[in-house]
Nanobody, 122 residues
Framework: QAQLVESGGGSVETGGSLTLSCAAS????????MGWFRQVPGEEREAVAL????????YYGTFAAGRFTISAGTDNNTVSLQMNNLQPEDTAMYYC???????????????WGQGIQVTVSS
């Protein structure tokens, strides 16, 4: 059974920072791609940042580039997302994801965490 456990969400003011972390275990351990998506109620889930653990290559959503940084732990079974200069429009449920390939499409074969709330107040 694949398990992804997120931590680090919460509430910050505009311009603040948060770091999200995700630990993979079970069938999710050893995934080639680990990353983060986010979703606002009533909207589609969108890719925030993805990391190919084999190549150490990273991919970012256009809104994330320059503000967010994704990184992997030394065993490649943990991934963190450093989010800086957060804005109210970044408020969403953030989901850790893992798969054998990186796709921006959340409908692909990802394993998912339970999600963690990030709230940015103005």
């Amino acid at each position: 059974q694949a398990q992804l456990v997120e931590s680090g969400g919460g509430s910050v003011e505009t311009g603040g920072s948060l770091t999200l972390s995700c630990a993979a275990s079970g069938a999710a351990a050893g995934s080639v791609c680990m990353g983060w998506f986010r979703q606002v109620p009533g909207e589609e889930r969108e890719a925030v940042a993805l990391l190919n653990t084999r190549e150490s290559s990273t991919y970012y959503g256009t809104f994330a580039a320059g503000r967010f940084t994704i990184s992997a732990g030394t065993d490649n079974n943990t991934v963190s997302l450093q989010m800086n200069n957060l804005q109210p429009e970044d408020t969403a449920m953030y989901y850790c994801a893992a798969a054998q390939r990186c796709w921006f499409d959340p409908r692909k074969s990802y394993n998912w965490g339970q999600g963690i709330q990030v709230t940015v107040s103005s």
